[in-house]
């Protein structure tokens, strides 16, 4: 069938629209988590870039105060110092990952701050830094700092293997967290996309359900008239046959009209609103035709429509749809019972009620009532030549005056409510 072809190409359409916009949203959020990650990271080395500079300089004037406190007290006490150590020696140091030696002209060192390693290897590395031609810079995993005292000189470095051990953990914890980052994206792409795409899903699930209504529905006519054909080509001189062909062509005339009519209405957004017509005329217009046709299925109108309203907006439009709530209740409305339609200004719009009393409309159904081709009572509906657009068509004309149309039903109580704004929204 060529519409459950058509039905099938749309929908492999929309799954494949589906995977690229999951495939695009993944890697917009996956280079955002990546962007994040990286300026992280960058910022901690930065960080670490700077923690290192500081500690080198905190390093730098500390082993300056110790070699002058050092030369005090070689001076005080007549080349010993208070702990009995010998000229040129620092005091005893804690454990740290700075260094320090101040070296003569001559490169003999005059003073040393070994800190965690011994005095030995502390004065070679300084020599070696000395001898980079550099005042500063990174020789080995050691930053250093050359500096002239006077006529002394003096080196300063730490080691960044400490202030690394130190970064570790942090990029640990931010690539861990990045790519849990990353998985809980990908997750979260797949469930936008299903989540963007499910309108057009259900417009096309809303498309094949109506190709295939359509389709029903012409089929019938269709095939009562090839029946016909065939019996009036055998039998010319009965008209009866003629007559089932004219009956069946009005019914697909009507089918195609309302479904020009359904798709004009929603393929238009807003309406011409210039014009100023009577709305409470409009809808007594609309009721006197129906009399005789409520009084055929035994029930009565009622009214109370308020004078003198007016109403920006095409009159046919809101005669069609009022046409359509008061043939849908007189054809829905038990025997002896009576329609009610009101017709009343609120603040700023216009609410317009049709109730009847017959059969409850199902909790279930109510969702569906406004849905192209859906019949309550299908079998009914379709003997009475009733397609199920016209509340669909009806629905449309509302939002176009960029108003809505509800439905309640309890105990047997059946009411429409149509509000629409006077003013056209900007």
């Not at 005091?91 to 005059?110: C, H, I, Q, S, T």
């Not at 209504?213 to 095939?223: C, F, G, I, M, V």
């Not at 007189?330 to 609410?351: N, P």
Request: hydrophobic share 40%; charged share 25%.
């Amino acid at each position: 069938m060529d519409w459950a072809i058509v039905w099938w190409k749309k929908c492999n359409m929309v799954r494949k629209l589906q995977r690229k916009l999951q495939w695009v949203l993944s890697l917009v959020l996956i280079l955002f988590v990546l962007t994040i990650l990286v300026s992280t990271l960058f910022m901690q080395y930065v960080n670490s870039i700077t923690t290192a500079n500081d500690q080198l300089r905190a390093a730098e004037d500390k082993s300056l105060d110790n070699y002058y406190e050092s030369l005090l007290r070689v001076r005080l006490k007549d080349g010993a110092t208070e702990t009995g150590e010998e000229d040129g020696k620092a005091p005893e140091a804690k454990k740290a990952n700075a260094y320090g030696v101040v070296f003569d002209p001559e490169y003999k060192a005059l003073f040393t701050e070994a800190g965690n390693s011994s005095k030995k290897q502390v004065e070679k590395m300084a020599l070696k830094m000395i001898k980079s031609g550099s005042n500063s810079g990174i020789l080995s995993h050691y930053e250093y700092r050359i500096r002239d005292i006077e006529e002394n000189i003096q080196v300063t470095y730490i080691d960044r293997n400490d202030i690394q051990r130190k970064l570790i953990p942090s990029v640990i914890g931010i690539v861990a967290l990045s790519f849990f980052g990353i998985i809980g994206v990908l997750i979260l792409s797949f469930l936008l996309t299903r989540w963007l795409v499910r309108p057009i899903t259900e417009n096309v699930r809303r498309q094949k359900q109506f190709v295939a209504d359509a389709s029903h529905e012409l089929k019938t006519p269709l095939a009562v008239i090839d029946v016909n054909l065939d019996m009036a080509r055998s039998m010319p001189d009965n008209p009866k046959y003629l007559s089932y062909i004219k009956g069946e062509t009005s019914k697909m005339s009507r089918l195609i009209q309302e479904l020009l009519t359904l798709a004009q209405v929603e393929d238009q957004d807003t309406v011409d609103r210039s014009e100023t017509f009577s709305l409470s005329d409009t809808v007594e217009g609309v009721l006197l035709p129906f009399e005789a046709a409520a009084y055929d299925r035994g029930v009565t109108i009622a009214q109370n429509v308020t004078e003198d309203l007016e109403f920006a907006g095409r009159a046919v439009d809101i005669s069609r749809m009022v046409e359509t709530l008061i043939e849908n209740a007189i054809y829905h409305a038990k025997e002896g019972t009576q329609i009610y339609v009101s017709l009343k200004k609120d603040h700023k719009s216009m609410i317009l009620s049709v109730e009847n009393d017959g059969d409850t409309i199902p909790a279930d159904q109510l969702p569906h009532i406004f849905e192209r081709f859906y019949r309550v009572d299908k079998a009914r509906n379709r003997k009475n030549g009733h397609f199920g657009l016209g509340l669909a068509i009806a629905q449309g004309t509302a939002t176009r005056y960029g108003g809505n149309i509800s439905v309640t039903s309890e105990n047997g109580h059946t009411r429409f409510t149509v509000v629409l704004p006077i003013e056209k929204k900007s």
